[in-house]
């Protein structure tokens, strides 16, 4: 199946999966479109117009059949096979996703990461820690798709940039540096290209006091009024 699902889609179908999957352990076998809206948020018009583009079939009387759904989307998302990564930047922040439970349940694997600081490196815990100065030789011996970038902002362009030209195709960023997207062949013709998606915590906390000023009987500074 060849698709060209947007950012969003394939969030809210993620969000499905889930829900699809609490389903199954119930034993329930059908679910409706208004059903799994409201369990994620959104209208049951989005669901039926997202699992059209999957070519998922359902109808009216009858709703979706859960198992072929689930694994119609498990498939699509790459779910059954394992999916590799590693971890730039072993500070509180890193530290905090490498023991992180919940992407074991998502089959998705942190299989090494990288700190500059020699008092950070360990190979005998889960994940082994390596030196910075190996990035570039560790990845060329394992063909990781996609890494997580923990650094501070300074070296996140550097990062970036090693990351890039050591074949890496997919960074999640958390550093407060902005990555750029690269196209293929946008600045080199033999450059391959690499998706990004840049989390800001702090904008996400700044977005969400935003619309907590609108809620009933809030004040400015995100509290009831006394």
Request: charge should be negative; aromatic fraction near 8%; glycine fraction near 10%.
């Amino acid at each position: 199946m060849d698709l060209n699902l947007n950012r969003n889609t394939v969030l809210r179908l993620v969000r499905y999966l889930r829900v699809l999957e609490q389903l199954k352990a119930l034993g329930f076998e059908k679910i409706f479109s208004n059903n799994l809206g409201d369990a994620v948020g959104v209208t049951a018009a989005v669901v039926r117009k997202d699992l059209a583009q999957i070519e998922a079939v359902g109808n009216k009387r009858g709703g979706y059949s859960v198992d072929p759904l689930l694994a119609k989307i498990s498939e699509l998302l790459g779910k059954g096979r394992r999916r590799e990564a590693i971890l730039v930047g072993c500070g509180r922040l890193g530290s905090a996703l490498l023991d992180y439970p919940g992407f074991e349940n998502d089959n998705i694997e942190i299989v090494a990461a990288f700190d500059l600081h020699p008092e950070q490196v360990t190979y005998n815990g889960p994940i082994p820690v390596h030196h910075i100065d190996t990035l570039e030789s560790y990845l060329g011996q394992h063909h990781v798709p996609v890494g997580i970038l923990t650094v501070p902002d300074r070296a996140a362009n550097e990062v970036f940039e090693r990351l890039l030209a050591s074949g890496i195709i997919g960074i999640l960023n958390f550093s407060g540096m902005p990555l750029k997207p690269r196209r293929r062949g946008e600045y080199d013709a033999g450059e391959h290209c690499c998706y990004v998606e840049n989390i800001s915590i702090s904008l996400e906390l700044a977005n969400l006091f935003y619309l907590v000023r609108f809620v009933d009987g809030a004040d400015g500074s995100g509290y009831p009024a006394q």
